[in-house]
């Protein structure tokens, strides 16, 4: 079945730019009609969802963080990734990404990535 | 800040029925859309528990249900057991400019 890792530096500075990876084994990530999300969760806090791609490349993000972030997706290399932009201590948190289920208005997220730490700090 | 509500904390005796409720408004739940509710284990990510208001994946014990009615939804855990102990979240589509899928705040549920 498809599983998701997620990668990258565990260390951003203020100010700088957060980029993760996230590797799809055990299916294509162009193949079937599905998104692909990255979700975040502070130490302790709930889950924010941060935004979506399709393997086209359509995306849609959260208004909230929508000025930061950027996803991108290598389909040659099974991959997406997430860049967010100027960081701050607010931004540290334990990053996942996870695959799309349903469609539109109707998605929930299965399954997630194991999540990884990033901790904005100078 | 979520826009859907949950209880911080419920417990229960093992073997016992707790509930969890998820509170929304006229622009996510109340609207009509679906919710749907993830398990989170201490120290682990989120694993999808109910989809599409009441429905289970493969895997996933009948002892869980989930139900929705006007601008709430419900997470019932039937034969509670120790293993049950986690943290539960909801999670809907909100049209408004909300963040377009939106969680609730989180649910503790302790076994005594």
């Known amino acids: 079945q498809v599983q998701l890792q997620e990668s990258g530096p565990g260390l951003v500075k203020p100010s700088q730019t957060l980029s993760l990876t996230c590797t799809v084994s055990g299916g294509s990530i162009s193949s079937g009609s599905y998104y692909w999300s990255w979700i975040r969760q502070p130490a302790g806090k709930g889950l924010e969802w941060i935004g979506h791609i399709y393997n086209s490349g359509s995306t849609n993000y959260n208004p909230s963080l929508k000025s930061r972030v950027t996803i991108s997706v290598d389909t040659s290399k099974n991959q997406f990734s997430l860049k967010l932009s100027s960081v701050t201590a607010a931004d540290t948190a334990v990053y996942y990404c996870a695959r799309d289920r349903g469609g539109g208005d109707l998605i929930w997220f299965d399954p997630w990535g194991q999540g990884t730490l990033v901790t904005v700090s100078s | ?112």
């Open chain 2, 1 to 112: 800040q979520s826009v859907l509500t949950q209880p911080p904390s419920v417990s229960g005796a093992p073997g016992q029925r707790v509930t969890i409720s998820c509170t929304g408004s006229s622009s996510n739940i109340g609207a009509g859309y679906d919710v749907h509710w993830y398990q989170q284990l201490p120290g682990t990510a989120p694993k999808l528990l109910i989809y599409g208001n009441r429905n289970r994946p493969s895997g996933v014990p009948d002892r869980f249900s989930g139900s929705k009615s006007g601008t709430s939804a419900s997470l019932a855990i039937s034969g509670l057991q120790a293993e049950d102990e986690a943290d539960y979240y909801c999670q809907s589509y909100d049209s408004n400019l909300s963040g377009f899928y939106v969680f609730g705040t989180g649910t503790k549920v302790t076994v005594l």
